[in-house]
């Protein structure tokens, strides 16, 4: 455990023999305390590995509030978390650029609003990008389709389709409500011209756009398709996840094999039982975000909890900052802030022995 100020961090280390702890590293300015050590098992190539599994020594009268109160102290870095999708433009600001068209997909009015875009800083060309596609995304229903045919022997053109939604974006703010809430099939030549505004962002911006984050073709919206497609996964997010002592991955940290795109992640669980006890198990992953890390620990622990135990819902998940395993480094563990000395800390979060205002150990 390293403790700096208020900032205290419990740090999970691992042996490079049974000699006793070497190389261990803490940051400078601080308190170190070493706690306990042990060596730990990695029991296969693939999923999360525990790090360390322990039962408190302290029962408690409630230990799902105790566990609340540990994980609402927790401080995850800003680096530790996924990065959250980016942002559409204002409604406003993106309707009133779409009606520099006037309902248009002529050249004359192509070219008008391609200038506007132009004249954008490079993030709002972004937002406008995604803004109209999450407008086509929205409009995706069975209705907003051209096709041929009638009743069961109609058939819908996924192209046509895709540009007719365009149409009815550009056609301005009313026209798009309207086919939101009254969506029908486009008539005679619709579907015709919609293509001219796919690439207008593209087309304005002098740098490279990232790809959109959801699906625009035709019969990809689940909300108004049952039988939508799955959206195609990561392939950095699949479970199992190598392991992060696995060959490939450390073959890779070496820089002996192309990088990972899977991060080193850390994660600690608790659960609960009837009696009071408390179960803490700490370990590590390779994935590609936080959100498949954390689907995948939880499925992990609950396989590994015995009949009594209740996982506690709020699994503690992040990056630590560094990109893989190292003897000194940090494998597992939380980060938190308190005005507490170390020994109150111990106390508190290690032992259970300090109890937060308003908890009781058992049977007091």
């Known amino acids: 455990m390293f403790r700096k100020g208020r900032r205290f961090d419990d740090l999970v280390l691992f042996q490079r023999d ?13 308190e170190f ?6 060596n730990f098992l990695i029991p296969s190539e693939w999923g999360p590995v525990v790090v360390q599994d322990r039962i408190l020594p302290t029962a408690f009268a409630d230990p799902v509030a105790w566990v609340r109160s540990v994980t609402g102290s927790v401080e995850i870095p800003e680096w530790g978390v996924d990065k959250p999708s980016r942002s559409l433009m204002e409604d406003d600001r993106f309707w009133s650029l779409i009606d520099l068209l006037g309902g248009s997909l002529e050249d004359e009015a192509i070219a008008e609003l391609s200038d506007a875009l132009e004249a954008l800083e490079y993030p709002d060309i972004v937002r406008f ?8 995304r929205e409009l995706d229903h069975p209705l907003n389709t051209v096709g041929s045919g009638d009743g069961d022997e109609r058939v819908i053109s996924a192209d046509a389709s895709l540009y007719y ?3 009815i974006v550009a056609a301005g703010r009313d026209v798009f409500r309207d086919h939101l809430e009254h969506p029908r ?3 005679g030549l619709a579907g015709t011209d919609g293509e001219a505004l796919l690439g207008i962002a593209e087309d304005a911006s002098v740098s490279r756009m ?3 984050e959801v699906s625009i073709e035709t019969g990809t919206n689940p909300q108004h398709w049952p039988d939508a497609p799955e959206p195609p996964r990561d392939p950095s997010t699949t479970i199992p996840s190598p392991g992060p002592f696995s060959y490939d991955i450390q073959i890779s940290r070496l820089r002996l094999a192309p990088p990972s795109l899977r991060a080193h992640i850390v994660w600690t669980a608790y659960a609960t039982t009837a009696e009071g006890t408390v179960r803490e198990i700490m370990g590590c992953v390779a994935q590609g975000t936080v959100a498949a890390a954390r689907e995948e620990v939880i499925a992990y622990v609950r396989s590994i909890l015995r ?13 630590p900052g560094i990109d893989g395993v190292a003897n000194g480094n940090q494998l597992s563990g939380v980060t938190r802030r308190s005005r507490l000395s170390m020994d109150e800390y111990v ?3 290690y032992t259970g022995e300090l109890l937060p205002p308003g908890l009781q150990k058992a049977g007091e």
Do not use: F, I, K, N
Not at 21 to 26: D, Q, R
Not at 33 to 38: E, F, K, S, Y
Not at 129 to 136: N, P, S
Not at 307 to 319: F, H, K, N, W
């Open 165 to 167: 939604r365009c149409e």
């Open 185 to 187: 099939p486009g008539e």
């Open 347 to 349: 106390q508190r979060y």
């Open 307 to 319: 009949a009594d135990e209740v996982l506690y819902p709020d699994v503690v998940v992040y990056r």
């Open 18 to 30: 049974e000699g006793g702890l070497s190389g261990v590293g803490a940051p400078p300015g601080g």
């Open 129 to 136: 990008r995604d803004t109209l596609v999450a407008r086509l």
């Open 33 to 38: 305390r070493v706690l306990d050590a042990w």
């Open 210 to 212: 990232p790809a959109p």
